[in-house]
């Protein structure tokens, strides 16, 4: 694919790159400065990022997630009286992949273009549709991760470094 340059372009090539997850190239759609915003984010799972590379470092660090995404379907997209702006409405359906047992989760998306590149994306997505798809034994792991990075982050409050959210099972970015 050409590299993308309209919102509806970068919205494709990202759900393409989702597919493959290869996060990594995903991040390189964003403005230097670009935002990721998740307004509905679960505890341990970043709310709002600002820069390409703590978006990169979010978005690969997902990659283990056990939610395998195999197709986006009924997706809608419209456009907005900005022409930078879209808003895109869908499914993402996968496999859990410690199960074998499909999943869905719903989301609803804005994507704000400059210049061929993301400035803003904000991502909202259902936690519980990700609960739901993991089920009980499956939140385990991500609960066990959250109170981990919490006790790494304060450790590293206490020394003045800085530690990145972590959240690698979390689905919804």
Do not use: C
């Amino acid at each position: 694919m050409p590299e993308p340059r309209t919102p509806h372009q970068l919205l494709e090539r990202s759900q393409e790159l989702f597919l493959r997850k290869d996060l990594d190239a995903f991040a390189d759609l964003f403005a230097e400065d670009g935002t990721h915003e998740l307004p509905f984010a679960p505890p341990g799972v970043p709310a709002y990022l600002r820069g390409r590379e703590p978006i990169r470092r979010y978005l690969t660090s997902i990659t283990s997630t056990p939610l395998e995404i195999k197709e986006f379907r009924n997706q809608v997209v419209h456009d907005t009286a900005d022409p930078e702006v879209i808003i895109a409405e869908y499914e993402a359906a996968g496999v859990v992949t410690a199960t074998g047992r499909p999943y869905s989760v719903r989301y609803v998306q804005l994507l704000r273009a400059r210049a061929g590149e993301i400035v803003t994306w904000r991502d909202y997505w259902s936690p519980l549709d990700g609960v739901r798809a993991l089920g009980l034994r499956g939140l385990l792991p991500v609960i066990v991760q959250t109170i981990r990075a919490r006790i790494a982050r304060g450790r590293q409050a206490t020394s003045g470094a800085s530690v990145f959210p972590a959240s690698s099972t979390m689905p919804g970015t």
